[in-house]
């Protein structure tokens, strides 16, 4: 039982990284290789509009422009968070946690509700509710802030035990592994899944990136630098 828990926790975590980083890649090649910096919107509309198509042309669902914008939001707001991937990788939030704190345009609330969602860790509809409802804002007012903290915890309680199914029932996870939401997948098919994105995503990538194989040990090395 443990052990197919450890590997289903895998498979969560694997996506959401995989996700997270190649939404951020498109995010930055809009905006460095596309869009050259430029911040006009008629022209980022044309950009945005013609790779929606050519995406979804070679790809298939979950590149429409609602998507790409989100991606290029994405990379501005979080320029830095590829390069943290490794050292966060059991404390990497989905994607669906950061489409949502893109709402937030405050970047001292947004990095706050960042860091709370990692440690206490919110589900996507916990999060989106504390956003909603002032969270941030009344703890910095409230001299008492246990009861603050009380009244989130009782009325988010019904999200935080329905949080184990938002990864199977999102959409986002569903289009990107290529799945519809009432598909039945074993794991296996899933572990698949993940990897064949993964492959054709390092392989676009061009030099610098390297796909070494689908089932890889990896030793530790006892050598001392």
């Known amino acids: 039982m443990l052990y197919y828990r450890l590997r289903e926790q895998y498979a969560h ?15 930055y090649r809009i905006a460095e290789e596309e869009l050259k910096g430029k911040d006009r919107a008629d022209y980022g ?13 070679k790809y298939g669902k979950g590149f ?28 990497l939030l989905s994607w669906t946690h950061y489409r949502i704190l893109l709402q937030v345009f405050d970047k001292e609330a947004r990095d706050w509700y960042e860091k709370e969602a990692l440690k206490e860790s919110w589900g996507t509809r916990t999060l989106q509710r504390n956003i909603d409802t002032q969270y941030y804002y009344r703890l910095l007012k409230s001299q008492a802030k246990e009861p603050v903290i009380k009244e989130m915890q009782e009325n988010t309680k019904e999200f935080e035990l329905e949080k184990k199914l938002e990864f199977i029932k999102s959409p986002v996870i569903a ?22 994105n993964l492959q054709k995503f390092m392989m676009e990538l061009g030099k610098g990136y390297a796909f070494v194989a689908r089932q890889q040990q990896l030793k530790k090395s006892n050598h001392k630098l």
């Open 13 to 27: 975590r694997s996506v959401n990284i995989a996700l997270v980083q190649r939404n951020w890649f498109i995010g």
């Open 175 to 196: 289009e990107f592994l290529g799945y519809s939401l009432d598909s039945k997948v074993n794991e296996t098919e899933l572990e698949k899944s993940i990897i064949n």
């Open 64 to 91: 429409d422009r609602r998507q790409l914008y989100y991606c290029l939001k994405f990379y501005k707001t979080f320029p830095e968070i590829v390069n943290a991937v490794s050292s966060q990788f059991k404390r």
């Open 45 to 57: 509309e044309k950009i945005i509009k013609k790779l929606s198509k050519e995406l979804t042309k």
